[in-house]
């Protein structure tokens, strides 16, 4: 299974979770395999501090009112 994040460049990884997509400048990819394992909690974090980007990056594009 491959798991891209379009701004996976600006996330921090501390535990290299991301495998895939790393020679670009924007995305990042974590390419998962049969009967591998991945850190749960380190994931987690991941996909919180990319929610996190992609909700400050909506509120700096939708009109103020």
Do not use: W, Y
């Not at 994040?5 to 997509?21: I, V």
């Not at 009967?35 to 909700?55: C, M, P, S, T, Y």
């Amino acid at each position: 299974m491959k798991l891209t994040f379009p701004k996976g460049a600006s996330l921090a990884d501390p535990q290299h979770l991301f495998n895939a997509s790393l020679e670009g400048k924007v995305r990042r990819a974590i390419d998962i395999r049969e009967g591998e394992e991945i850190d749960a909690q380190a994931f987690k974090d991941l996909v919180r501090e990319a929610a996190a980007l992609n909700e400050a990056a909506a509120r700096k594009r939708s009109p103020k009112g």
